[in-house]
């Protein structure tokens, strides 16, 4: 048990579009939800914690309406990157708590976007 | 602030030797240490969790040691092969004060394992 899978897996767009990643928690319910990014060669980076039904907590230097966070249920947050630009391409891996139980987090296998 | 150091960045063996990872951390009020596997262009793969209480933790052909209060850890292979070629990370989680905590990464260190 314990998957959580990202739809996309990846995904080309022109710059100035927007596009919508999602992170679903396949067969648990996750009321914190986390965002990170890697660059290449680089670590995972947290962008954002999402919350089941409040705001998202953005972490420094991350633009809260450049990148748009809901998570409106138990297993599904939803990343949105707004008019989008090459500096923004980069791996996009969310990670999912349990609501109860093991603490661990439990990782999406990721999604490649690319901003031409 | 807290931050997670991996050294060597990068590492090149031939099969069958035994290697150690290491990973040292600035502050040793943490909650949990996990290592991770990362293949190219792929998602995490968890390899252990080690919780602060803890110290040490076995799988397979792995074990990953922790010294909370030196603020360090190593990640020993056994016996390598070329499958273990990836990129391993170290994350450590600090104290639990809230339901959600987010995992900080070292960079990484790269190992190849030739045939």
């Known amino acids: 048990g314990a998957v959580v899978s990202q739809h996309p897996s990846w995904v080309i767009c022109k710059s100035g579009t927007s596009v919508k990643i999602e992170c679903r928690s396949l067969d648990f319910q996750a009321t914190t939800m986390f965002w990170y990014r890697q660059f290449p060669k680089q670590s995972l980076m947290l962008m954002a914690t999402s919350n089941e039904g409040s705001k998202a907590t953005y972490e420094q230097g991350v633009e809260k309406d450049k990148f748009l966070i809901n998570h409106a249920s138990l297993t599904l947050s939803t990343l949105t990157v707004t008019s989008a630009h090459p500096e923004d391409s980069s791996f996009y891996i969310c990670s999912a708590q349990k609501t109860s139980g093991s603490s661990e987090q439990y990782f999406g296998p990721g999604t490649r976007l690319t901003v031409t | ?115």
């Open chain 2, 1 to 115: 602030k807290q931050e997670v150091t991996q050294i060597p960045a990068a590492l090149s063996v031939p099969e069958g030797e035994n290697l150690v990872l290491n990973c040292s951390f600035t502050d040793s009020a943490i909650y949990n240490l996990q290592w991770f596997r990362q293949d190219p262009g792929k998602g995490l793969t968890s390899l252990l969790l080690i919780q602060s209480s803890q110290r040490e933790q076995t799988s397979g052909r792995l074990n990953a040691s922790l010294d909370k209060s030196s603020g360090r850890s190593t990640l020993y292979i056994a016996a390598s092969q070329p499958g273990d070629s990836a990129t391993y990370l170290c994350a450590v989680r600090l104290g639990v004060w809230q339901a959600g905590t987010a995992l900080i990464f070292g960079k990484g260190t790269t190992l190849s394992v030739s045939s």
